[in-house]
């Protein structure tokens, strides 16, 4: 089943306890990006993956760093976690990036508290 | 990627076409049109996309003006699992950045 897989599902950690959100797609999808969700505000890109080893920033990057070594993984890293960092997070996919073949697969959420 | 506007939310009775509104009125002629939804805080997801015809599939209908600077989704007949927030987005070949913006919430009533 074509499907966009992330672990943790929900994570309750502490301020500047290191932690890695991870991503993987089953489809062979070039494009890969992250996303946070705030109540009341619509999906906020992180970061984005154009391909293996190529990486960029989104809209809201501070906080985060991403690695694509591999093209079925996309882990989200946040170093030192602070409680604004506390949201909804998204993983998705496309084959590729924009025009017609950037239907995006989500993946379920992961749900982060950071105390 | 073009900016996107759409209402905040809208409400359809039970049984009814739903219609919803998107302004993007900045789209250059190479950006597609995509509609996503999201129930409660599950993964978004696609239902329908096209660059300058009409497009339908199993879930909606997706009606583009003439000067592309606005889109309608349509839900034929829409139920109370319709329900969620709706998102229009436009998207450029090879652009990394994607803005969903905050979409519309649909209620649909009994």
């Known amino acids: 089943e074509a499907q966009v897989t992330q672990n943790p599902r929900y994570l309750i950690t502490v301020t500047g306890k290191k932690l890695t959100v991870t991503c993987s797609q089953n489809m062979n999808h070039e494009y890969m990006s992250w996303y946070r969700q705030d109540p009341g505000l619509g999906l906020r890109q992180i970061y984005y993956s154009m391909n293996v080893e190529v990486t960029d920033k989104g809209d809201v990057p501070e906080g985060y760093k991403v690695s694509r070594k591999e093209k079925r993984n996309f882990p989200l890293i946040l170093e030192s976690p602070s409680p604004n960092q506390t949201s909804l997070y998204f993983c998705?996919?496309?084959?590729?990036?924009?025009?017609?073949?950037?239907?995006?697969?989500f993946g379920p959420g992961t749900r982060l508290t950071v105390l | 990627d073009a900016k996107t506007t759409q209402p905040p939310s809208m409400d359809c009775a039970e049984g009814r076409a739903a219609n919803l509104p998107c302004n993007h009125s900045?789209?250059?002629?190479?950006?597609?049109v995509y509609w996503y939804r999201q129930i409660h805080s599950q993964g978004p997801q696609y239902i329908i996309h096209?660059?300058?015809n009409n497009e339908t599939n199993e879930m909606a209908s997706l009606i583009i003006t003439e000067d592309r600077k606005s889109s309608t989704l349509i839900l034929p007949h829409a139920t109370l699992r319709d329900t969620a927030v709706y998102y229009c987005?436009?998207?450029?070949?090879?652009?990394?950045?994607?803005?969903f913006g905050d979409g519309t919430t649909l209620t649909v009533k009994p």
């Open positions: 096209g660059l300058k």
């Open positions: 998705a996919s496309s084959l590729k990036a924009g025009g017609s073949t950037d239907t995006q697969y």
């Open positions: 987005i436009v998207r450029f070949t090879n652009a990394g950045k994607s803005t």
């Open positions: 900045t789209i250059s002629g190479n950006e597609y």
